[in-house]
């Protein structure tokens, strides 16, 4: 079975610092797609980041990176100067490619980031 | 702008009755999922439509769910009959699959049952 884990449930960090999200998942497959979701309070599910596994260069999206370890099956996030706005829940999503005729995202069980002042 | 639209945004119901929960994807989407969240489970899987097809509703209480896909433009969830342990946010999302993109989420349906 395919699973994804996120074994920090909540964190915190001071506003301009670096915080950095694990997740870790667990699949036979060859190649998939891995993402970070971020819910803040208004509930409303939004991509951050994702990234091809073909792909062994680590996806940017300004102040968010990734490291993506293949073989260890680890995709953390980074976040850089964190801001306030970046207080939310963070949802590590792996989906397989689809010739594995699989087309559903699983999900981690999330991990709460608070930004403090 | 496109996006997942889902009613109703909140439901409270009493223990026993139906509840129905729509969402429309966006069009062009040929998948759509059903998920559950709740504070200990995170994100739960409960069933999905390719090209308007079941795929996969292991994740849903057989005896109590069911979800369909009508048309192209609606995917709808029922309970019955509800009970306390269903009280969840259930969301629905789309994605076009068969290429290279991102889950679309609605804004989720907050839904509890006294």
């Known amino acids: 079975a395919q699973t994804v884990t996120q074994s920090q449930p909540e964190m915190s960090v001071q506003e301009a610092e670096t915080v950095t999200l694990s997740c870790t998942y667990d699949t036979s497959e060859s190649n998939y797609y891995l993402f970070w979701y971020k819910q803040p309070p208004s509930r409303q599910m939004i991509l951050v980041i994702r990234q091809e596994a073909y792909k062994q260069q680590n996806a940017t999206e300004n102040r968010f990176s990734v490291n993506f370890q293949k073989a260890a099956k680890s995709f953390s996030l980074k976040i850089s100067d964190s801001q306030l706005g970046d207080t939310a829940m963070y949802f590590c999503a792996f989906m397989p490619t689809t010739t594995s005729g699989t087309y559903k995202y699983i999900f981690g069980t999330g991990t709460r980031l608070k930004v403090l002042a | 702008d496109a996006r997942v639209t889902q009613t109703p945004r909140h439901k409270v119901t009493e223990m026993g009755q139906e509840v129905t929960m729509r969402c429309q994807p966006i069009?062009?989407?040929?998948?759509v999922f059903w998920y559950r969240q709740t504070m200990m489970q995170g994100l739960e899987l409960l069933a999905y439509?390719?090209?308007?097809?079941?795929?996969?509703d292991s994740g849903m209480p057989k005896d109590r769910f069911s979800a369909e896909m009508p048309d192209a433009t609606l995917a709808t969830l029922k309970i019955q009959p509800s009970e306390p342990r269903d009280s969840a946010v259930y969301f629905c999302?789309?994605?076009?699959?068969?290429?290279?993109?991102?889950?679309?989420f609605g804004q989720g349906t907050r839904l509890t049952v006294v």
């Open positions: 439509f390719r090209n308007r097809a079941p795929l996969d």
């Open positions: 069009l062009g989407h040929n998948t």
């Open positions: 999302a789309s994605a076009f699959t068969g290429g290279w993109t991102e889950a679309f």
